[in-house]
C-alpha cells in the first residue's frame, strides 16, 4: 500500500499519486441531533476542532492537496438537513475549499437530504469512488461481497478503503485510569485478496467500536461482521495529535489481554 500513508496522528490518509487527503465521518450537526434525541446538551465545538484537525492534517502532508475526499457521512441527521446543518455543512465546505480545489463525498448512510451543499459547484458526490489501484467506499453495506463477485472497480482495485465503524482503542492501567484512541485497522479480504482499510471517525463526537475488547458480532460494518475478513488479524494502527501514529500487532494477538497493563 505504497501509495498510501496515514497522516502521521490524524484519522486521515494521504493517497501520494493523486495529491488527494482522505477523511471520514464527520458527522456534522451532531450536538444539535443529541440535544433533540436526550435532552444532552454540549457545546457546539466540533466544527471548529474539525476544521482545525483539517488544517492540520492538510499541513502535515507537506505537498499541495488538490482533492479532499470524504468517504462518508459529512452530516449527521438521517431524516432532514437540521439547522445546525444548513449552517455548518455549507462552513466546512468554504473553508475546506480554502485548501483544496475539489471536494469528493463518497455517499454514507448519513448523506441524505443534501439540499445544504447545493450552491457549490467544486464538490461531487458518488455512491463509491475508484482512484487509481484504490476504491473507496462508506462501507454501511457489503453490495460488493455479493455472491456474484465483485464489480469491476474493486476487481481491477489492490485496495479497498471502508468507514462507517469508527474503530478506537481503549488501554487502561493498573490503576483503573483509560485513554480512547482512534484507529485504522487494516487486513485483507480473503476471497478476492484485497487490502482492507478501515478508517477512523474524524469526528472528535463519534462514538464507534472498541476493536480491542469487543466481539466480531459487535461490529457495525456488514463487511466486517462478514466471513470475508479475518478480524482477528486486522492491524492496528492508532493515532494522536501529540503522540503521532502508535502501531500495533493483530488483533489476535493482544485482544485477549486484560486492559490492565
Known amino acids: 500500500m505504497n501509495n498510501i500513508e496515514i497522516v ?10 493523486e495529491d488527494a487527503l482522505c477523511i471520514a465521518d464527520l458527522h456534522l450537526g451532531y ?3 443529541l440535544a433533540a434525541s436526550s ?11 474539525v476544521e482545525r484537525k483539517l488544517e492540520s492534517a492538510i499541513t502535515k502532508c507537506k505537498n499541495k492537496i488538490s482533492q479532499l475526499i470524504i468517504n462518508g457521512d459529512l452530516k ?18 468554504e473553508f475546506a475549499l480554502n485548501f483544496v480545489e ?12 443534501l439540499g445544504p451543499l447545493k450552491r457549490f459547484t ?21 453490495d460488493f461481497l455479493r455472491n456474484k463477485g465483485i464489480r469491476k472497480e474493486e476487481r481491477e482495485a489492490r485496495n479497498i478503503v471502508v468507514a462507517h465503524e469508527h474503530p478506537f482503542l481503549i488501554l487502561g492501567d493498573r490503576v483503573g485510569a ?14 478476492y485478496e484485497k487490502n482492507l482499510i478501515v478508517m477512523p471517525a474524524f469526528s472528535p463526537l463519534a462514538g464507534g467500536t472498541a476493536v480491542n475488547i469487543a466481539s466480531q458480532e459487535d461490529f457495525l460494518s456488514p463487511i466486517l461482521k462478514s466471513d470475508e475478513v479475518d478480524l482477528d488479524e486486522m492491524e492496528v494502527y492508532a493515532v494522536d495529535e501529540e503522540i503521532g501514529t502508535l502501531e500495533f500487532p493483530a488483533l489476535r494477538k493482544w485482544k485477549a489481554v486484560s486492559l490492565c497493563l
Open 8 to 17: 502521521e496522528g490524524y484519522p486521515a490518509i494521504y493517497i501520494r499519486d
Open 178 to 191: 483509560r485513554v480512547r484512541l482512534p484507529c485504522f485497522l487494516t487486513g485483507k479480504l480473503k476471497r
Open 31 to 33: 450536538e444539535e441531533a
Open 39 to 49: 435532552g444532552i446538551a454540549l457545546p457546539s465545538r466540533q466544527l471548529k476542532d
Open 122 to 142: 467544486k464538490i461531487k458526490i458518488v455512491n463509491e469512488l475508484r482512484k487509481g489501484n484504490i476504491v473507496f467506499s462508506h462501507g454501511h453495506t457489503k
Open 76 to 93: 449527521h441527521v438521517f431524516s432532514e438537513s437540521s439547522k445546525q446543518e444548513w449552517r455548518e455543512v455549507p462552513m466546512f465546505i
Open 102 to 113: 475539489e471536494i469528493i463525498l463518497v455517499r454514507g448512510n448519513h448523506d441524505t437530504f
